[in-house]
Structures are given as C-alpha cells and as structure tokens.
C-alpha cells in the first residue's frame, strides 16, 4: 500500500462547529504532515510529528489541533474556524529512505 | 534559511515537445534533497523524481529528467514529448538532510497545448 488517504474530501463548517480531518497511511512512514494550501500557492506546513514527537509551525492559530493516534494515523480537529481558514488541507507522510514526502489528496475545507 | 525560488509564473508547450522549467535555491547546507512535485487540476501533489545533492549524476524518470547544478544552485527540471496529462502545477522543493521542513517554490503552471 503505497497511499495517503484523507477524509472527508469535502468539508463545508459554520465557524461554531467542531469537525476532523483524518489522514492515514501503512507505508511505514514515521513523519506525518499537515499543509495548507490556497489557490495557486504552494503548501505551507502547519504541523509535523516525527517519531510522534510535534513540531508546530508557530504562526498556526490555536483552533487547529493536531492529534496522532499513531504511527499511521493522524487527526487536525477543527474549531471555531474563520472564512479565511477556507483552503486545501493537505497531509503527507515521508519516507523513510529518501525523505520524499508522499501526499493524500487533500480535503477541501469551507468556513461559512 | 533556505529559498526556493521558481522564476516562470506560467509556461506553455505543444504536445510532443520539450519544456524546461527552472529552480534555484539558496542555501549553506553541503547535504539536502531537491524534488520536483507536480499537483493536477485534480489537486494531488505527485513525486515526479528525486535528486540528491551528494550525487554527481542527474535523475530521471522516464520523460522527465533534471539538470543539477550544485555550485550554481539550480535544478531544473525538463520535460521531453510533453503529453497533456502533463499540464499541471509544478512545484520545486528543497528539504535538509534528516530534517522535516521542506521547502517550496512559488510554482510554475504549465499548460501543454494539442
């Protein structure tokens, strides 16, 4: 298996809600990523775990949470979010040989 | 800190030909990675080949292959008998050895024209 699924693939939220996005892979990898991306811009990093140790990009606002069950699986929960948090969410695992980052499709997010 | 920098916002190509899309960096490290990612209109980010900077010989993969200047810190990537699967964004990437931020450049979109 040599895939990184995410889900939902679409996610519209009113900014009082709570909602998740979920990434998983069984590759094996033990760095696991979450980007975002706007329209036409690269992704930017908001969190890694690595070894499930967190890193955090500090200019991230608290209502993002990263979660890593483990290994395989991680989590951004989401809440009380703003229009302008509207975008791609992407996540990725890296491998463990060359440091290529191997990314899922994205879940599309929209903030009302 | 490390730069990436993609200086063709927008490129075009007719189908069968060859198209080179350009990267530079900037950086004071002797070991690191540069990648070429391509993301579709269909939105997944794809590996599209790996170059490490402790090799000499430039990758390829199938049509497409790099010219890895390290001195000049340029990593281009050239595309042969472009096929319109291949229009897409593509993104120029550089990560430190054994470190998890990875960098991106801006991106060029390329549009390959039948």
């Known amino acids: 298996d040599t895939e990184v699924t995410q889900t939902p693939k679409h996610l519209v939220m009113g900014m009082t809600n709570k909602k998740s996005l979920k990434c998983e892979q069984h590759m094996g990898h033990r760095a696991m990523y979450w980007y975002k991306q706007k329209a036409k811009k690269p992704p930017e990093l908001m969190f890694v775990?690595?070894?499930?140790?967190?890193?955090i990009n500090e200019s991230v606002p608290s209502r993002f949470s990263p979660e890593c069950p483990n290994s395989s699986l991680l989590n951004l929960h989401l809440h009380a979010l703003q229009p302008e948090d509207s975008a791609l969410y992407l996540c990725?695992?890296?491998?463990?040989?060359?440091?290529?980052?191997?990314f899922g499709p994205g879940t599309r997010l929209t903030v009302l | 800190a490390q730069t990436v920098t993609q200086s063709q916002p927008e490129m075009s190509v007719q189908e069968a030909e060859t198209v080179t899309l350009s990267c530079t960096y900037d950086?004071?490290?002797?070991?690191?990675?540069l990648f070429w990612y391509k993301q579709p209109p269909s939105r997944q980010m794809i590996l599209v080949i790996r170059?490490?900077?402790?090799?000499?010989q430039n990758a390829t993969e199938n049509r497409f292959s790099v010219n890895f200047q390290k001195a000049a810190k340029s990593f281009s990537l050239k595309i042969s008998d472009s096929q319109l699967g291949d229009t897409a964004m593509y993104f120029c990437a550089f990560m430190k050895y054994n470190n998890n931020d990875m960098r991106f450049g801006a991106g060029t979109r390329l549009t390959v024209k039948p």
């Open positions: 990725a695992s890296r491998g463990n040989s060359y440091n290529e980052q191997f």
């Open positions: 950086t004071s490290e002797s070991n690191y990675y």
């Open positions: 170059q490490e900077a402790y090799k000499q």
């Open positions: 775990y690595s070894y499930e140790k967190l890193s």
